[in-house]
Structures are given as structure tokens and as C-alpha cells.
């Protein structure tokens, strides 16, 4: 007997035992256990691979090996999902949010397999990326492929991709509070009681697995030592401002470096280059190797003199002003090695790297003041956690994440008041300039962005694919009206399309055109040709449903025909689109 069968008889026993609200929250339960399996799978993996390569290293003197390592684990990278599993998709959160907006939440199941083996390799051999990224788009992967199983319709497909990355952010941080502002801020999924509840089950249930699995020292946490003051609360307004421009920075090098590396049509060719510059950078900075979290324990345990550690500079932890400007620098670098690993053909995302980039920040600016001598000492610490919000807020355009994410990592909120200030201010000053996130600047620009608005939402998810009419009969551009009689005599449409013989399209006939002349046989013999008309206007199968709508206000049309390459593929219609438009909205509402 076929799996099909027993998921069918198992739907038919659930639906008879167990509503809908309540399945959606045991599976959601389901997703975050076994997202959190996959963040305790990826955290080891790396852990191990990288104690296996440096655990020899020693601090005071250079390691080559530095320069070699995240090449290897590029080349690793690409061969894995190459040849042996074959995944061709983009990675990471925009392949989610496309996903959501334009494939009905249709994820493949082998993403949490190639997300987790691919970014293993890339980070375990010293790739500068986050985690946080591929564990995501696994649990989303396992959300949609559930959904998928179990044949549910959108809104609870969508609803159980959350969860997965609901369930893969509390897994990698322990932070469950974080995980669900994520999934509604990101994801931007509904905050209605039909979503809460899931995502709250699967982002605990994954946060318990990995604190019950994972050793300690695996896991992401920092101690705040000092209560933050309010005489310091000028610098963290200047620290929000910094953040939010070190965010624009960091967006605008990203994409600057992945439009120079696309134009490397070669796989192979361009990871050697990726891989020599970012091997090259990493033996400059060593501090660049992996996630960079270990580089953030440093600063807030108060042994910041180990950033130079295996580095060309070690001789100068000591010199104040030549500290600060080796800071900037790897601040300033974060971004670039980041972008290098992952146009080389690595896996990974942008998560740690920014997060890392405003620690260096928050450092920075916090031992510049100091050194000054002209103020009360700054904690350099608080700034540090402070700065790694405001930046991560900035790039993410996700203010709430970032703060929470601080706040739960630190396991208190003593740092509260100034991760809002200076996260608020870092947001409202990226936003000034760059209107999208790292995140949602290219689905944006092509359309492919659902949002908050719902008549956008609906818009952004239909599919114009979905409501073309394609059973019109179209009839050959050399025929007559009595020819015309006979297939208006078989058809229940009042338009009838006009071809040539490759299907190109040449106008269309109303019989509302014709209706005096079809009862008079004396006309039969008329070439269609004189009744022909051509529409103002057509659509393509590759238009969004939002220029579709333009085109039908702009013409006052109720049938618009759709042209591919100049060929007749069929027609849309008003009324079935605003009958698909209902259903779809009513799909993409969370509220039950």
C-alpha cells in the first residue's frame, strides 16, 4: 500500500478527531523539536570541524593555513550541492520570502539537507558567515515539506514555515521571544491568535531541545557585569546614529561585491577568486574566521587584546590609538569577507556578520571615548551588546528581532532602555536612505515582496498564471464569417482570438461586432479580416498581478489577452480575477 494512502486514511481519522487549530499546533510542536535536532546537528558539525583545524594554532605567530581553509570549504561547498544533491535554488531568507510570495509555500525538501550539509562545510573551514541563515531556511524547509504532506492550504503552509524558522532562531540562540518577533517582523506573518500560539510552541520546543543537546560552550550567550547609566545615554543616541549608517554601509558593500562577483560566469573561476581574497583577509584579521561570536566573548569578558591573536598586529594590542584604527578595519572588512564566502558558492547568511560588525562598532566607539579621557569611562561591554542590536536592527530592518534577540542572549533586560534608543534611532536612519532590507531590496524591486498590506499581499501571491482562460477558441486569420458562424455555433464565449499559423496574435473578434451580419448568409464569404480588432492593451504571463489590475483600470477592459513573444496564450478576465482575489484573500488570512 502507497504512502499516499495512509496519509489519506490519516487525514480522513484527523479530521474526525481533531480540529484544525489544534493539529496545526501539535505539528508546530513537531517543527520546532525537530528544528532544534537540526541547529544541535549544524552547531556540532562546525564545532568539531573547526576544533579538528585550529585546536594546534598558536596564538602569538601567523597560521598560512588561514589563507587556505575557507577556500577548501567553498569548493567542498559547491561540489556537495553540484554533484551530489544536487540543489540548483538560492539559499537563505529572500529564497523564503520568494517561496511565500510566489510559490504557494512550496518548499523542496532537500533545503534542510543542503542548507545544513553546505553551510557545515563553509563555517567549519572558517567561511565568515552566520548560521542563523541555513538553520532557518531547514526549519522552513521542514515546515513547507510538512505542510505539503499533510496537503494543507496556504495560509497554514505559510503559518508552518514560520514555526520552522520560529523553531531554527530559538535552536541557534536559545532565545524564544526573539524567534516569534522574528517570524512576524521578517516573515511578515500575521500577529493574530491563529499565529501566536503555533509559533510560541515551536520556538520553545526548539529552544528546549538545543539547551538539553548542546554543551554549553556551544551556545551564544553574554554577561552583562554593569548596569547601564543614564549619564551615557547621549553616546547611545550617537551609537543609534552610527549603527544605522554602518547599516547602510554594510548593505550597500554587499550588494557592490555580489553584482562584481555575478558577472564571473564561471562557477569554478569565481570561487578561486572569492576564495583567494577572502583567505587572504582572514590571514590579515584571523578574527574574521567563522561566525565571529567567540570575538564578541572577548570584548565583553574584558580580554579584547585577544582580537589580535595569530595576526600580523599582535605586537600592537597594546597601542591604544593602533587598536582602535585594527578595529575599524575589521569592522569595516566583516561585510566583505562575508560576501566573498557566500558569491564564492558558500552557504551561510548575513545574521552573525552584521550582528558581529556592530560589536566592533559599539567597541570602537565605546575605547575611542575612553581614550579621550574626556568623559566618565564608558562599559565598553554594554556598547559592544548595544552596537551588535543597532547594526543587526539596521541591516535587517527588524528593530524588534535584534532587540530581543540582545536582550535574551544577555538573559536579562538590564541593557532594555538603550537597546531601544539606540536600535530605534539605527532603523529610523537606515530607513532614511535605503527604504528595503538586506533581506527584501531584490524581491522589491522585482515585485516579488509580499507585505503588512493585505490587497498588496493578495496581489503579490496571486499568480497570473492561475486565472488565464485558455479554452477560448481562436480561429485562423484567413477564415470568413461563415466559418466564424460554425465556431460560435460550438462555443459558449462571445470573443474569439485570431492567429496565423505559429499562434502569433492578431486581434481579437466581438460577436457583439458581428451579431447583425452572422444571421445574413450573404455575408458569409466575408473575410474575418473586416471585423477584426486589435485591444489597446495585453498583459504577459510573466506580469505581476498588480500591473495586471493597472492595465485593466488604465483600459476599462473586462478581458484583457495574454502575449508571450507575440503569441496568443490566452485571456484574464475581471471576473475571475476578483473571484481568485477572494479566495486568496481569504487564504492569506491567519484570523479562524
Given at each position: 500500500?502507497?504512502?499516499?494512502?495512509?496519509?489519506?486514511?490519516f487525514?480522513?481519522w484527523?479530521?474526525?478527531?481533531i480540529s484544525?487549530?489544534?493539529f496545526?499546533?501539535?505539528?508546530?510542536?513537531?517543527?520546532?523539536?525537530?528544528?532544534?535536532?537540526?541547529?544541535?546537528?549544524?552547531?556540532s558539525v562546525?564545532?568539531y570541524i573547526?576544533?579538528l583545524?585550529?585546536?594546534?594554532?598558536?596564538?602569538?605567530?601567523?597560521n598560512?593555513?588561514?589563507?587556505?581553509?575557507?577556500?577548501?570549504?567553498i569548493f567542498l561547498?559547491?561540489i556537495?550541492?553540484?554533484?551530489l544533491?544536487?540543489?540548483k535554488?538560492?539559499h537563505?531568507?529572500?529564497?523564503?520570502?520568494?517561496?511565500?510570495s510566489?510559490?504557494?509555500?512550496?518548499?523542496?525538501?532537500?533545503?534542510v539537507?543542503?542548507?545544513?550539509?553546505g553551510s557545515s562545510?563553509?563555517?567549519g573551514f572558517?567561511?565568515?558567515i552566520?548560521?542563523?541563515?541555513?538553520?532557518?531556511?531547514?526549519?522552513?524547509?521542514?515546515?513547507?515539506?510538512?505542510?505539503?504532506?499533510l496537503?494543507?492550504?496556504?495560509?497554514y503552509?505559510?503559518l508552518l514555515?514560520?514555526?520552522?524558522?520560529?523553531g531554527?532562531?530559538?535552536s541557534i540562540?536559545?532565545?524564544?521571544?526573539?524567534?516569534v518577533?522574528f517570524?512576524?517582523?521578517v516573515?511578515m506573518?500575521?500577529?493574530?491568535t491563529?499565529?501566536?500560539?503555533?509559533?510560541?510552541?515551536?520556538?520553545?520546543?526548539?529552544?528546549i531541545?538545543?539547551?538539553?543537546l548542546?554543551?554549553e560552550?556551544m551556545l551564544v550567550?553574554?554577561?552583562?557585569t554593569?548596569e547601564f547609566a543614564?549619564?551615557d545615554i547621549?553616546?547611545?543616541?550617537l551609537?543609534?546614529?552610527?549603527?544605522?549608517?554602518?547599516?547602510?554601509?554594510?548593505?550597500r558593500?554587499?550588494?557592490?561585491?555580489?553584482?562584481?562577483?555575478g558577472?564571473?560566469?564561471?562557477?569554478?573561476?569565481?570561487?578561486?577568486i572569492?576564495?583567494?581574497a577572502?583567505?587572504?583577509?582572514i590571514?590579515i584579521f584571523?578574527?574574521l574566521?567563522g561566525?565571529?561570536?567567540?570575538t564578541?566573548s572577548?570584548?565583553v569578558?574584558?580580554?579584547?587584546?585577544?582580537?589580535?591573536n595569530?595576526?600580523?598586529f599582535?605586537?600592537y594590542r597594546d597601542?591604544a590609538w593602533?587598536f582602535?584604527?585594527?578595529?575599524?578595519?575589521?569592522m569595516?572588512?566583516?561585510v566583505?569577507?562575508?560576501?566573498l564566502?557566500?558569491?564564492g558558492?558558500?552557504?551561510g547568511?548575513?545574521?552573525?556578520p552584521s550582528?558581529?560588525?556592530g560589536g566592533f562598532?559599539?567597541f570602537?566607539?565605546?575605547?575611542f571615548?575612553?581614550d579621550?579621557k574626556?568623559f566618565a569611562?564608558?562599559?565598553e561591554?554594554?556598547f559592544?551588546?548595544?552596537?551588535m542590536?543597532g547594526?543587526?536592527g539596521?541591516?535587517?530592518h527588524?528593530?524588534?528581532t535584534?532587540i530581543?534577540?540582545?536582550?535574551?542572549?544577555?538573559?536579562?533586560?538590564?541593557?532594555i532602555?538603550?537597546?531601544m534608543?539606540?536600535?530605534?534611532?539605527?532603523?529610523?536612519?537606515i530607513k532614511?536612505?535605503?527604504?528595503h532590507?538586506?533581506?527584501t531590496r531584490q524581491?522589491a524591486l522585482?515585485g516579488?515582496?509580499i507585505?503588512?498590506d493585505k490587497?498588496?499581499?493578495?496581489l503579490?501571491?496571486?499568480n497570473?498564471?492561475s486565472?488565464i482562460d485558455?479554452?477560448?477558441?481562436?480561429?485562423?486569420k484567413?477564415?470568413t464569417?461563415?466559418d466564424l458562424?460554425?465556431?460560435?455555433a460550438?462555443?459558449?464565449?462571445?470573443?474569439?482570438p485570431v492567429v496565423?499559423?505559429?499562434q502569433?496574435?492578431l486581434?481579437?473578434i466581438?460577436?457583439?461586432d458581428?451579431?447583425a451580419d452572422?444571421?445574413?448568409?450573404?455575408?458569409?464569404d466575408?473575410?474575418?479580416q473586416?471585423y477584426i480588432?486589435?485591444p489597446?492593451d495585453?498583459?504577459?504571463?510573466?506580469?505581476?498581478?498588480k500591473a495586471?489590475?493597472?492595465k485593466?483600470n488604465?483600459?476599462?477592459?473586462?478581458?484583457l489577452?495574454?502575449?508571450?513573444?507575440?503569441?496568443y496564450?490566452g485571456f484574464v478576465?475581471?471576473a475571475h480575477?476578483?473571484?481568485?482575489?477572494?479566495q486568496?484573500?481569504?487564504d492569506?488570512?491567519?484570523?479562524?
Amino acid at each position: 500500500m502507497s504512502s499516499k494512502v495512509y496519509i489519506g486514511r490519516f487525514l480522513i481519522w484527523r479530521q474526525a478527531h481533531i480540529s484544525d487549530r489544534y493539529f496545526i499546533i501539535i505539528l508546530s510542536a513537531l517543527i520546532g523539536f525537530l528544528s532544534g535536532m537540526a541547529a544541535y546537528f549544524l552547531k556540532s558539525v562546525v564545532f568539531y570541524i573547526e576544533d579538528l583545524l585550529t585546536a594546534e594554532f598558536r596564538i602569538q605567530s601567523l597560521n598560512y593555513w588561514y589563507a587556505v581553509y575557507p577556500a577548501i570549504g567553498i569548493f567542498l561547498t559547491i561540489i556537495l550541492l553540484k554533484f551530489l544533491i544536487r540543489d540548483k535554488d538560492t539559499h537563505g531568507i529572500p529564497r523564503i520570502l520568494y517561496v511565500i510570495s510566489r510559490l504557494d509555500g512550496k518548499m523542496k525538501f532537500r533545503k534542510v539537507f543542503s542548507s545544513l550539509f553546505g553551510s557545515s562545510l563553509t563555517a567549519g573551514f572558517g567561511g565568515s558567515i552566520g548560521l542563523e541563515s541555513p538553520i532557518i531556511s531547514s526549519g522552513a524547509s521542514i515546515g513547507s515539506s510538512i505542510a505539503q504532506g499533510l496537503r494543507l492550504n496556504y495560509r497554514y503552509t505559510t503559518l508552518l514555515i514560520g514555526c520552522g524558522a520560529a523553531g531554527a532562531i530559538a535552536s541557534i540562540f536559545t532565545t524564544p521571544i526573539a524567534a516569534v518577533i522574528f517570524s512576524l517582523e521578517v516573515l511578515m506573518l500575521d500577529l493574530t491568535t491563529a499565529s501566536i500560539i503555533p509559533l510560541l510552541m515551536a520556538s520553545v520546543t526548539g529552544a528546549i531541545t538545543t539547551k538539553l543537546l548542546l554543551a554549553e560552550n556551544m551556545l551564544v550567550h553574554f554577561k552583562v557585569t554593569q548596569e547601564f547609566a543614564v549619564s551615557d545615554i547621549p553616546f547611545f543616541v550617537l551609537l543609534g546614529i552610527l549603527a544605522g549608517l554602518l547599516s547602510l554601509y554594510f548593505n550597500r558593500m554587499h550588494f557592490a561585491i555580489a553584482k562584481q562577483a555575478g558577472k564571473i560566469s564561471n562557477i569554478w573561476v569565481r570561487a578561486a577568486i572569492c576564495g583567494v581574497a577572502l583567505g587572504l583577509l582572514i590571514f590579515i584579521f584571523p578574527t574574521l574566521y567563522g561566525e565571529g561570536y567567540d570575538t564578541i566573548s572577548m570584548i565583553v569578558s574584558g580580554n579584547s587584546a585577544e582580537l589580535l591573536n595569530n595576526s600580523f598586529f599582535y605586537s600592537y594590542r597594546d597601542h591604544a590609538w593602533v587598536f582602535i584604527v585594527l578595529i575599524v578595519g575589521m569592522m569595516l572588512l566583516k561585510v566583505i569577507a562575508t560576501t566573498l564566502t557566500t558569491e564564492g558558492g558558500g552557504i551561510g547568511g548575513i545574521f552573525a556578520p552584521s550582528a558581529v560588525t556592530g560589536g566592533f562598532m559599539g567597541f570602537a566607539f565605546a575605547r575611542f571615548v575612553n581614550d579621550l579621557k574626556l568623559f566618565a569611562p564608558l562599559h565598553e561591554g554594554n556598547f559592544t551588546l548595544v552596537g551588535m542590536a543597532g547594526v543587526l536592527g539596521g541591516v535587517l530592518h527588524a528593530p524588534l528581532t535584534a532587540i530581543f534577540l540582545i536582550a535574551e542572549m544577555t538573559s536579562g533586560y538590564e541593557l532594555i532602555v538603550p537597546l531601544m534608543l539606540a536600535t530605534a534611532i539605527s532603523f529610523f536612519t537606515i530607513k532614511t536612505f535605503d527604504p528595503h532590507s538586506i533581506f527584501t531590496r531584490q524581491l522589491a524591486l522585482r515585485g516579488d515582496l509580499i507585505s503588512k498590506d493585505k490587497d498588496q499581499t493578495v496581489l503579490t501571491v496571486l499568480n497570473i498564471k492561475s486565472v488565464i482562460d485558455r479554452d477560448i477558441t481562436t480561429i485562423g486569420k484567413d477564415g470568413t464569417l461563415g466559418d466564424l458562424t460554425h465556431v460560435i455555433a460550438k462555443s459558449k464565449r462571445n470573443m474569439f482570438p485570431v492567429v496565423d499559423k505559429k499562434q502569433r496574435f492578431l486581434g481579437v473578434i466581438d460577436m457583439n461586432d458581428i451579431r447583425a451580419d452572422m444571421f445574413d448568409p450573404a455575408k458569409y464569404d466575408t473575410p474575418l479580416q473586416h471585423y477584426i480588432i486589435q485591444p489597446l492593451d495585453h498583459v504577459s504571463s510573466t506580469d505581476s498581478m498588480k500591473a495586471v489590475m493597472h492595465k485593466f483600470n488604465k483600459t476599462g477592459y473586462y478581458n484583457l489577452p495574454v502575449i508571450d513573444n507575440g503569441k496568443y496564450v490566452g485571456f484574464v478576465s475581471r471576473a475571475h480575477v476578483l473571484n481568485a482575489y477572494r479566495q486568496t484573500l481569504k487564504d492569506v488570512s491567519q484570523e479562524e
